[in-house]
């Protein structure tokens, strides 16, 4: 076992992880953070999404020892408080993008950081970024249009703001 400092949501833990731990399992065990889901466990589902340094990362296939220093982002600090949705999780739950639910963390996720990165993206561009995580529920025009709807949330938000 060895101590690692995992820097989740802006808080450090300390946790204790055999060197071959993954990080999906470090969050989920050691942390206490289940919303990171695993699915297949080989990185295809995209279900463990997770965001190092603001880039979305399969959690399942990076060991948690590998992340010390880094800035890990997971669905529990998505939102600015328990009571207050962050726009991407209002836009799944109004376009219906939600399903039942076990991709939709590791889909926020990435969703989540396409938009910071294109904050208009087009359907392809949507499409092109999501493609890594797979809904078994098959509902991938409706994950289109939340996406669509959290990009036109974000731009009405800032322009209230200016």
């Known amino acids: 076992m060895r101590a690692v400092n995992l820097e989740v ?43 190092i340094n603001n880039r979305p990362e399969r959690s399942c296939l990076v060991l948690a020892t590998q992340t010390e220093g880094d800035a890990i982002g ?8 328990p009571t207050v949705l962050a726009p991407i999780q209002r836009a799944f739950r109004e376009a219906h993008g939600l399903q039942c639910g076990f991709c939709t963390s590791g889909m926020l996720l990435t969703a989540q950081s396409l938009l910071e990165h294109d904050p208009d993206p087009s359907p392809e ?27 036109s949330m974000i731009k009405q938000d800032q322009e209230r703001e200016e």
């Open 74 to 81: 997971t669905i529990e600090g998505l939102a600015k408080s």
């Open 9 to 51: 949501n802006g808080i450090v833990h300390e946790v204790f992880v055999e060197d071959r731990t993954s990080l999906a399992d470090a969050l989920r065990e050691e942390c206490g953070l289940t919303g990171t889901r695993l699915g297949c466990e080989h990185g295809v589902c995209g279900a463990c999404t997770v965001l």
């Open 125 to 151: 561009t949507i499409r092109d970024w999501m493609h890594g995580n797979l809904c078994r529920c098959t509902g991938f025009d409706q994950i289109v249009e939340s996406v669509q709807l959290a990009a």
